[in-house]
Every structure is written in structure tokens, then in C-alpha cells.
């Protein structure tokens, strides 16, 4: 079954300790990102990467690392966690075949810093 | 530069009754506009695309959307709404593709209650 996956999907955390949240996709798509989800803004794009080793900023990446190192991965690092990025967490994928960028989404991480 | 706007935060209709959930966009490309729902605690899953080719697009559920280019709009509709409608609605613009390197822009979301 095609699908995006994501671990963990719950998390409690407190502030300062480092956390990663895995996304893989087994549809061998190129294009995949990362976004947060808050009430009343939508969802707002974290990073994004191209192909294995290509990332980019998307509009709040502050307080998030990422990495490509394979094609199926793109882990999501918060190296210092505070609470203001308490939020819900969503992982995409898409083929670059796709036109416009059609996504897939994972079923979403839910993150709570104290 | 891209934007979107969903002019409504919240929709109620009584089941039966059509659905409008408005959508303005703007892009420096030719855009690819979507609808993505999302039902409570759920993901997000795709109800339609627009990608130039036929302006009126359908998709799932019984959604329709229209891009109208003069009016910078991509609304989406349906004739009648079903109790299993009720969800967060988000139109998204993307700048044309992979080879434009997209960042992609959601609205910030229309809450759809359906009353029974």
C-alpha cells in the first residue's frame, strides 16, 4: 500500500531536549516537506527537499533541522525543542511527474512541549 | 509570490442544501490549485486538483471547483450536503511544478458544519 508514514504520532517533550520525528514514503517520490499545523493558520511549510541531499526553507523553518540522506527519509530535528513549537506535525510526499506538486500525507504528529 | 486566501473561516449549511467554500489566489506563475479536506484527527487527503487544463475540475465526494482566472478564484462547491461533509477544508497554490523548485501555499482553513 502506498502510504506516508510517521513516528512517533504522539509525543510529550520537555523544553531543551532533542527530539526527531521520522517521515518515510515508499512511493519513491523525489519532492517531500515537512509542515506545522496551528488553529486559524493553515498549514505553514517547515522545510522541503527536492531530491536526496536538496532541502530548502519553507516559511517558518527557525528551531527545525532536516536531512535527505535517502530518497525514502526525511527525519525532522528539533535540537533544542521550546514550546512555541508545540503544534501538529505533518510529513508529504509527492512525484516530481506530479503535475503541480500533488501531495501525500502522513497521518501527522502531534507534539507538546512543556 | 504566491498567496491564498479562504474568505470564510467557518461554513454551516443545513444537510441537503449546496456547499460554497471560497478560495482567492494570487501567483507570479501559472498556478496548480487544490482542495485538500481533513475530517477530525484525520490527515489530509485530496479532493480535487486544477492544473490548466479544463477550468471546471471534479473530484471525489461529489465536489466540483471552477478556476476563474479573471477573478484570481477557485471556489469549491457541491449541489447537496451530506452529514459526512463536516471538515477542515484547505485550498493550497503551488507555483507550477517540480522544475519551479515550489513552495506550496495553504489557506488557513474553512471549518464545514453541516446541520442536521
Known amino acids: 500500500e502506498a502510504q506516508v508514514t510517521q513516528n512517533p504520532r504522539y509525543l510529550i517533550t520537555v523544553t531543551g531536549k532533542k527530539l526527531t520525528v521520522t517521515c518515510s514514503q515508499n512511493m519513491n517520490h523525489e519532492y517531500m516537506s515537512w509542515y506545522r499545523q496551528d488553529p486559524g493558520l493553515g498549514l505553514r511549510q517547515i522545510y522541503y527537499?527536492?531530491?536526496?541531499?536538496?532541502?530548502d526553507k519553507g516559511d517558518v523553518p527557525e528551531g527545525y533541522k532536516v536531512s535527505r540522506k535517502e530518497k525514502r527519509n526525511f527525519p525532522l530535528i528539533l535540537e533544542s525543542p521550546s514550546p512555541n513549537q508545540t503544534s501538529l506535525y505533518f510529513c508529504?510526499?509527492?512525484?516530481?511527474?506530479?503535475?503541480?506538486?500533488?501531495?501525500?500525507f502522513g497521518p501527522g504528529t502531534r507534539l507538546t512541549v512543556t | 509570490a504566491q498567496s491564498v486566501t479562504q474568505l470564510d473561516s467557518h461554513v454551516s449549511v443545513s444537510e441537503g442544501t449546496p456547499v460554497l467554500l471560497r478560495c482567492n489566489y494570487s501567483?507570479?506563475?501559472?498556478?496548480?490549485l487544490f482542495w485538500y479536506v481533513q475530517h477530525p484527527n484525520k490527515g489530509l487527503q485530496l479532493l480535487l486538483k486544477y492544473t490548466s487544463a479544463a477550468t471546471l475540475v471534479k473530484g471525489i465526494n461529489g465536489f466540483e471547483a471552477e478556476f476563474k482566472k479573471s477573478e484570481t478564484s477557485f471556489h469549491l462547491t457541491k449541489p447537496s450536503a451530506h452529514m459526512s461533509d463536516a471538515a477542515e477544508y484547505f485550498c493550497?497554490?503551488?507555483?507550477?511544478?517540480?522544475?519551479?523548485?515550489?513552495?506550496?501555499?495553504f489557506g488557513s482553513g474553512t471549518r464545514l458544519s453541516i446541520r442536521p
Open positions: 527537499s527536492m531530491n536526496v541531499e536538496v532541502t
Open positions: 501567483s507570479s506563475y501559472s498556478p496548480s
Open positions: 493550497v497554490v503551488s507555483g507550477g511544478g517540480y522544475s519551479s523548485a515550489s513552495k506550496i501555499i
Open positions: 508529504a510526499s509527492s512525484s516530481r511527474y506530479s503535475t503541480g506538486l500533488e501531495q501525500y
